[in-house]
């Protein structure tokens, strides 16, 4: 298992979660993106035969979820449950998300262990009961600092907005209880000293330690103004606040205070990806829970940046919101996962256009991969019937593309499995996909072709050799990204071993060259990214 910094002891398992969303709407690509870039990292590593956890799910508890279920003139629980079962759950199936488990925050196997944790503080002395007095946004379900606010314009001039969702703040006055957040300053930035890569990127470790710098207060962690909630197990007038709740499925959905042995075995996560708007609960409220508790540290907080769409975040309470299957209806799943993570850096925020996400289909993926994979196919049974011929004659030009594919190999596995660099893991993979059509161009095996003697005819077979066990390679590096392409292209080239078997074909083994049989049937199967028709924008 790859290192991480993490204070994993026994753990085994590679673990990865993406935040619990929230239930108020259905899903837009805001939330996929940071779900496929999950699965990708998943995948990954288990290509490299490691053990991995995968853990997604939905946030249903709070204020807002509540509001919204009352504006649907339903209950709140009967709202989460079609959600989930309707937008969310088929979203993920659609978009071939691969998790392992999908943990609810209504269900019992989470409700009951976060009573515990929070009963294990209060028995500790790290609660107390409190009264607090703020401007608060139901949207982010959090109090803003005054100086984080904005002044409204327009139908909200003389009142404050909260700075992510633009909405007026409500001034909220209750009698809460409070964890001791205040003390743990110190520790917490003794662990971003000690560990640089705790956060990530590094603009966000330098904004959360400039946060926690200037000194942490109490959190609120009960409400007392509603009732959608956990009940605060000593006190059932309050229920527990819900990123308090949120915050723990990382440990529930693991068999926290259930299944010690699952939970030694998973437990902390690798890497928690998570939104850059709600990195400061994870980076700061969610460790120093741990630390309260004796429990071990994740690895990483990733924070990804926001996908904007005319300058502003995506999201349905600005009405840019975009739902996936509007692109995946027209360019095809695999090439939306790709897009997105290809497109933008992970940890920045990035622009989508229906524009660029089409010019890079045509180009990256119709023309120069998909056109390379037909190409080969097509000439393997033109010149030789469809069967795969042996390599007998390799220079140096053979030499040039294997080191070639050895170089993206390595750099590809850096970047997407150490660095969470899913651009420049995948740009690794294109720029060898280009070498090949290089060396195809300069060996020019249409033209061997017209050479009948055993010199010529061995020099054809190795040229459509190196370019076959090439696109072998691409398709094992490619498969965490586009797992229906990568799986025809295998078919195509007529692979024995199974490319769904990832633990037999782990990313090292993509760069061992001469995987691929001579005397493999390839066949020349459905373009892999058809031409686009006239789209039909959303």
């Avoid at 990292?41 to 204020?63: A, F, I």
């Avoid at 965490?480 to 692979?495: C, F, I, K, R, Y």
Wanted: proline letters at 5%; hydrophobic letters at 40%.
């Amino acid at each position: 298992m790859a290192a991480t910094g993490s204070e994993k002891q026994g753990a085994t398992a590679y673990y990865v979660s993406t935040p619990i969303y929230y239930v108020n709407d259905a899903p837009h690509l805001g939330h996929a993106y940071t779900t496929v870039a999950g699965d990708v990292l998943s995948r990954w590593h288990r290509q490299r035969g490691e053990k991995v956890w995968y853990l997604t799910g939905t946030d249903e508890h709070g204020q807002k979820i509540m509001r919204t279920a009352e504006a649907n003139k339903v209950t709140p629980q009967e709202w989460c449950d079609k959600l989930v079962e309707e937008a969310w759950k088929p979203l993920w199936e659609h978009l071939d998300i691969a998790n392992d488990d999908f943990i609810r925050t209504t269900e019992k196997r989470h409700t009951d262990r976060v009573q515990e944790f929070v009963q294990d503080l209060y028995d500790k002395g790290e609660i107390y009961k409190g009264g607090y007095e703020g401007p608060y946004c139901v949207g982010c379900e959090e109090y803003r600092l005054p100086g984080e606010l904005l002044e409204g314009e327009g139908e909200y001039a003389g009142q404050q907005l909260c700075p992510v969702h633009k909405k007026p703040v409500e001034i909220l006055k209750e009698e809460n209880y409070f964890f001791k957040l205040s003390e743990y300053g110190p520790r917490l930035l003794e662990l971003y000293e000690a560990r640089p890569g705790f956060i990530q990127p590094e603009s966000a470790r330098n904004e959360v330690v400039n946060f926690v710098k200037q000194g942490l207060q109490d959190l609120s962690i009960s409400r007392s103004t509603f009732d959608w909630g956990i009940k605060v197990p000593w006190d059932d007038k309050h229920v527990i606040y819900v990123w308090i709740d949120a915050l723990l499925n990382y440990a529930t959905a693991v068999g926290y205070n259930e299944n010690p042995a699952k939970f030694d075995e998973i437990f902390p996560a690798d890497v928690h990806l998570v939104g850059k708007d709600i990195l400061r609960f994870h980076a700061i409220i969610w460790p120093a829970m741990l630390m309260a508790q004796g429990l071990p540290l994740p690895g990483k907080i990733a924070a990804n940046g926001w996908l904007m769409v005319g300058g502003e975040k995506m999201s349905k309470s600005n009405l840019t919101g975009i739902k996936p299957q509007d692109l995946t209806s027209h360019f095809g799943v695999d090439a939306y996962r790709w897009y997105f993570l290809r497109a933008i850096a992970f940890g920045q925020d990035g622009s989508f256009s229906w524009e660029d996400f089409t010019a890079r289909y045509t180009s990256e993926l119709a023309n120069d991969y998909g056109n390379l994979a037909s190409r080969v196919a097509a000439m393997v049974g033109k010149y030789f019937g469809g069967a795969l011929p042996e390599a007998t004659a390799s220079g140096d030009a053979e030499k040039a593309v294997q080191e070639g594919l050895t170089k993206a190999v390595a750099e590809a596995d850096r970047r997407i499995g150490e660095e969470l660099d899913f651009q420049g893991g995948i740009l690794a993979v294109f720029d060898f996909i280009k070498q090949v059509n290089g060396y195809i161009t300069e060996q020019e095996p249409w033209k061997v072709a017209k050479d009948d003697t055993a010199e010529g005819r061995a020099r054809l077979a190795t040229i459509l050799y190196t370019a076959a066990e090439s696109l072998r390679a691409v398709a094992v590096l490619l498969n965490p990204v586009m797992p229906e392409t990568s799986q025809a292209l295998w078919d195509s080239l007529g692979a024995q071993e199974s490319l769904g078997s990832l633990a037999d074909q782990q990313v090292q083994r993509a760069g061992e060259w001469g995987k691929l049989p001579a005397g493999a049937t390839v066949t020349k199967g459905a373009v892999l990214f058809p031409r686009l028709e006239e789209p039909k924008k959303p």
